[in-house]
């Protein structure tokens, strides 16, 4: 009985604390506050500054980050599930893996429109254009971004960018 009441109040904490820093999210962007996330599995972090994105693995005990450049006013807001987390901003999407313990970044054309989709496993993106429909996943086990042309089943040559976990 012990056991299951200190894993609800860890739970009901940790819910808490994803809600309070994502109404902070709301306001911090006009004062440029720092960002700070909790899942389970991770902590996200914007710095102040906002040169970059942070993210904390439980699993692997590191750190890992990677360079933005954003305009001050744009918006960032990382979306975090249990395991992942992943962030749009303009054309670039940044994703984290709590059991990888590091960042990669996907860089679309400017002429395709995208949407994100994540969960506890995967990020995924759906980028189009009026001739292409492609298809990008990130994986919890990935070490790169990967994708596919939905149109033909082509294999997609991905520039992905990861980060060393020591940077």
Do not use: H
Not at 162 to 167: E, I, R, S
């Amino acid at each position: 009985m012990f056991a299951f009441i200190k894993i609800l109040l860890t739970t009901t904490l940790l819910t808490m604390m994803v809600c309070n820093a994502q109404a902070q999210e709301r306001s911090d962007t006009a004062t440029q506050k720092p960002i700070l996330i909790f899942s389970q599995e991770m902590i996200v972090l914007v710095p102040q500054s906002r040169e970059k994105l942070m993210a904390y693995s439980i699993e692997k005990n590191i750190w890992d980050q990677i360079e933005i450049s954003v305009d001050q006013k744009q918006p960032i807001q990382p979306t975090v599930a249990q395991g992942m987390t992943a962030c749009q901003l303009g054309q670039t999407i940044y994703a984290f893996s709590a059991k990888g313990g590091f960042w990669a970044s996907l860089n679309l054309p400017a002429d395709f429109k995208a949407r994100f989709s994540i969960n506890d496993q995967i990020v995924t993106v759906f980028a189009k254009t009026e001739t292409e429909d492609r298809l990008y996943v990130f994986g919890a086990n990935a070490a790169s971004w990967s994708g596919v042309d939905l149109k033909t089943g082509k294999l997609l040559d991905v520039n992905a960018q990861k980060q060393d976990p020591a940077n």
